[in-house]
């Protein structure tokens, strides 16, 4: 009789050892990178004219054309973003959400929960609620940050839907004088689809 309730001791013990670790909760955000993917991919089949002015320090102004099949090269930095559906890329990043009165519209936040080795610190959603016809995206926004021992390089990138996007580069090396490039692309801003 001892013997049996050692051996049931010990298994029950076992079972609990086992146990698995209690899963963490999945993330369910939104891929702001599908979301310029399909801009991308409208553009490539549109005939707008796509035109990229570009500042540097807000003196220098060089404007120029852009062909579709030049295009998805310019946004590149839109392109590389991290994916967010993705769970390995989630897990890294919290989410917040408000309301702006203001505005008229839901803010969806999505910022790194520790400041890793992720050089993009916050992707955001401006989202304008309609019942009648669905939820319509009009801007994201993107913070990257590379801080290392070749410098400093922040860049700050806007993409209205439909109509243009606008990165603004900020560049510090060591024993340098900052330097703010500003470079918008725009292809619909008239609204016209």
């Known amino acids: 009789m001892k013997h049996s309730l050692l051996a049931l001791a010990i298994a029950i013990l076992a079972l609990n050892s086992c146990k698995e670790k ?15 993917e399909k801009q991308v991919a409208h553009i490539d089949t549109s005939l707008y004219p796509i035109i990229k ?33 993705e769970q390995k890329v989630a897990r890294k990043y919290k989410e917040e959400t408000m309301y702006d009165n203001l505005l008229n519209r839901v803010i969806i936040i999505y910022s790194l929960i520790k400041d890793e080795d992720m050089e993009i610190k916050k992707q955001e959603l401006q989202v304008t609620p309609n019942i009648a016809t669905g939820d319509q995206v009009n801007n994201i ?13 922040e860049k700050k990138m806007l993409w209205q839907m439909d109509k243009c996007f ?16 500003t470079t918008k692309v725009t292809w619909n801003e008239d609204g016209n689809q």
């Open 141 to 153: 926004i993107i913070n990257r940050v590379i801080n290392n021992r070749d410098g400093y390089l």
């Open 22 to 36: 209690p899963k963490e909760e999945e993330k369910k955000f939104i891929s702001v990178l599908s979301l310029i």
């Open 53 to 85: 002015i570009e500042y540097t320090d807000s003196l220098h102004k060089d404007t120029t054309y852009i062909n579709r099949e030049n295009f998805r090269a310019v946004a590149k930095d839109f392109l590389d973003i991290p994916d967010l559906s």
């Open 166 to 181: 606008q990165v603004i580069t900020t560049t510090r090396k060591p024993g340098e004088k900052e330097i703010i490039t």
